[in-house]
């Protein structure tokens, strides 16, 4: 819709100024796969004003200054105009099984399990487990410890509507940790033949990575330290060996 207004602006802006500008807009709107839902709806406008619109929930024409009233009137009155409206309002009814069924494949989510700084002192960790860009909005995410479905401290956000026909939803487990214990987080979506698992990493946890990364830097730093050192050394003895080779400029020429 809002595309459509601004194709028509795109048209105004470049056409002249003392022009006059007739547009119709035609939508076909449905929320359902078999169109039983569908508005079918015209809407006719004159130097940007909107001067009739058919909408077929109303099934007739409407006029919107005195002239167009009564001009809508008459047309509501003839039977052949009635029965093109029909025809459009059914045409519209068919292509929404149409569109859902072409157009409308669902969408696989990505899923990323992380985790947070805890949001309470109860438990010292928060799992997130987010599901992001799928389609349709239906979807059910489990978190499973050691295989059993867990429900306490467990919340969830809704499915959060992207704007783009794509959906996004997020699970948090607040957990103390056990050692050898599975944590996982169970995706149910249309797009998906069977149950998606994503298992907790626990390695991966960031006070370890602080660990390895600092001793990396360390040992990298005392590599170049020792390079350097050496280079100097046989840089300052090649200097010693060759004394004579190095040509000296008098200091002041007065
Ligand atoms: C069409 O008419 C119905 C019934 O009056 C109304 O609820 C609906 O909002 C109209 N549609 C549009 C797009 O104006």
């Known amino acids: 819709m809002s595309r459509a207004l601004g194709f028509f602006t795109l048209l105004l802006a470049f056409s002249r100024a003392d022009a ?3 547009h119709a807009l035609v939508r076909c709107q449905f929320s359902s796969p078999d169109g039983h839902d569908a508005v079918y709806l015209e809407q006719y406008y004159f130097n940007k004003m909107l001067e009739f619109q058919y909408n077929s929930t109303l099934g007739k024409l409407i006029g919107y200054t005195k002239e167009n009233i009564e001009t809508a ?61 799928f389609y349709p909005q239906q ?57 998606k698992l994503y298992d907790w990493e626990p390695t991966a946890d960031s006070g370890t990575n602080k660990i390895v990364v ?29 004394p004579t080779t190095e040509v000296f400029y008098p200091e002041h020429t007065l």
């Open 20 to 22: 006059l500008y007739g």
């Open 73 to 133: 009137d008459k047309l509501n009155k003839d039977p052949y105009i009635g029965y093109l409206q029909k025809q459009k309002k059914e045409m519209c009814e068919r292509r929404a099984s149409l569109v859902y069924n072409n157009l409308l494949k669902t969408v696989e989510p990505s899923v990323w399990l992380r985790s947070v700084e805890a949001v309470d002192s109860r438990h010292p960790g928060t799992l997130v487990c987010s599901a992001y860009d």
């Open 139 to 195: 979807i059910r995410l489990t978190w499973l410890r050691n295989g059993q479905e867990e429900t306490s401290d467990v919340t969830s956000t809704v499915e959060v509507s992207n704007g783009n026909w794509l959906y996004q939803i997020h699970s948090y487990l607040e957990f103390t940790p056990r050692p050898g214990e599975k944590i996982t987080c169970m995706v149910e979506h249309a797009s998906l033949m069977e149950p």
């Open 214 to 242: 600092g001793t990396a830097g360390l040992l990298l730093g005392l590599v170049f330290s020792v390079a350097g050192l050496i280079y100097y050394k046989k840089k300052s003895s090649e200097r010693v060996l060759v």
